[in-house]
């Protein structure tokens, strides 16, 4: 049995990173939800090598890892303009029908490669809006994900939720349909914010909200926020803080706004000159940390926390914590399935990206071929790097011999140079360097994405289309 790192099992009983600190690690980086990330993905990786991807995941047998599945739903009836997601704008909901028509094509070409009823042990609707779609449709949506995929009993559900599309009778739907766990996009509670990124939903919705899905036995239930928004301040964002300490949801997602208005034509119309600067960025940071440690939760890494008794906040204490396009997730390390307009996935030893566009996603399945456009077949140096990647992301530690024994390495001679990066960092307190391990400390778990980045060989010339660390 393998025991959690130290960083794991102190973490949460550890003071946040002052501001001061915080402020030295705001660059931008990223959120390593792949390695390589999506910008290295290449459209000479195709349909064909997606499918012999799947073809070999068929032909593994009992011995393929467990299968995730995600399914894009790109609609929203309103424009959120702080949002960089695929989506479609509209209020004509006749449109999600042709949409899901073209799902259902895709689903079978992905199904008819895979060669049986895959078992599915997590499923999540992102979006967009997945509560766009009425009940028939999720209805319908999930019958037909049953037809291609054996659905685990016990397995994950989850659905992503605008607050301002749901009443207590939809989630009661949503419950019958077999989803466990929901996540509520709720951003800001302060009015002014919410004016200035076109997304009004009072505070009162949301805690109605709240004890609706409780009531109704969701296991698990997020609150996703921002901080970096227009006309947010100190004063304003603890405000907003306290307040969802007062829900207290099982899990948050607390994630920094990203201002690129070059490449997403929604953030063109935030006010440049109200966003917080970088100091009052990092002070909110620092302050939402301190507010929820005090309040009991548990800081997982990166930008996520957990109620000591969710099973995010148990998988990290006992070292079993993965990451996937979502986040951090429970889920052993496997395969996933994406399905819809611009969804990535992840088969065997690539990744890759559907059409990002309705008009492609619909002419490549007219043809009938999947409408996969980029991707990407991991180097031999691309695995290793990954590992060691998500190794520091979620478990917080690498341990030479066991990395090097798995890839054919003397770790200490093939990272040297990143070895001997880590030494400003290990001089800070943020990771242990000794003969046989590198260790994350409790303090490195804030900015750990600075960390794994010292073995990111892709962005050390190019970190302008990331995120910021903090």
């Not at 799902?103 to 599915?120: I, K, S, Y």
Request: proline share 5%.
């Amino acid at each position: 049995m393998t025991l959690p790192s130290t960083a794991c099992a102190d973490v949460a009983d550890t003071a946040p990173l002052p501001a001061t600190v915080l402020r030295q690690f705001d660059v931008a980086g990223p959120r390593y939800t792949s390695y390589p990330t999506a910008d290295r993905f290449v459209e000479a990786f195709g349909a064909d090598d997606y499918a012999s991807a799947l073809r070999a995941r068929r032909d593994a047998g009992a011995s393929a890892p467990p299968l995730s599945l995600y399914v894009h739903i790109p609609f929203c009836e309103s424009l959120c303009y702080y949002c960089a997601c695929n989506k479609v704008v509209t209020r004509h909901p006749e449109r999600a029908v042709q949409y899901l028509a073209y799902l259902e094509r895709e689903t079978r070409l992905q199904a008819a490669q895979l060669g049986r009823r895959a078992t599915v042990s997590q499923l999540h609707l992102g979006g967009g809006t997945p509560t766009f779609l009425s009940d028939a449709q999720l209805a319908g949506l999930l019958a037909m994900l049953r037809e291609s995929f054996d659905l685990a009993a016990g397995g994950e559900q989850s659905i992503e939720i605008d607050p301002r599309t749901v009443d207590a009778a939809r989630l009661a739907n949503l419950a019958a349909l077999g989803f466990n766990r929901l996540s509520f996009g709720v951003q800001d509670f302060d009015a002014d914010v919410q004016k200035a990124v076109h997304r009004i939903q009072p505070a009162h919705q949301v805690l109605g909200l709240m004890a609706d899905a409780r009531a109704l036995g969701f296991e698990s239930i997020n609150v996703d926020l921002i901080y970096g928004l227009p006309r947010q301040n100190d004063a304003s964002f603890a405000r907003t803080m306290d307040q969802v300490c007062e829900l207290r949801p099982d899990r948050i997602a607390l994630y920094a706004y990203a201002h690129l208005p070059e490449r997403f034509k929604p953030q063109r119309r935030i006010a440049a000159e109200e966003l917080p600067d970088a100091e009052t960025r990092v002070r909110m940071l620092s302050s939402a940390i301190a507010t929820l440690t005090a309040a009991g939760y548990v800081y997982i890494g990166m930008d996520h926390f957990a109620l000591p008794g969710d099973p995010l906040a148990v998988a990290k204490r006992q070292g079993r914590l993965q990451r996937d396009f979502q986040g951090y997730s429970t889920q052993p390390e496997g395969d996933l399935v994406a399905l819809g307009v611009s969804a990535i996935g992840r088969v065997g030893a690539t990744y890759s990206q559907n059409a990002k566009t309705m008009d492609t996603y619909y002419d490549l399945l007219d043809q009938g071929r999947l409408p996969v456009v980029r991707g990407i077949a991991l180097s031999r140096d691309d695995v290793l790097r990954r590992a060691v990647i998500m190794a520091l992301m979620c478990k917080g530690r690498v341990g030479f011999d066991a990395m090097g024994q798995a890839h054919r390495i003397d770790f200490r001679h093939h990272f040297a140079a990143e070895f001997a990066a880590l030494g400003p960092l290990a001089a800070q307190g943020m990771v242990r360097l000794t003969d046989h391990d590198i260790e994350v400390t409790p303090q490195g778990w804030f900015v750990v994405r600075a960390i794994a980045m010292v073995f990111d060989r892709y962005c050390r010339d190019n970190r302008t289309r990331f995120s910021r660390v903090v």
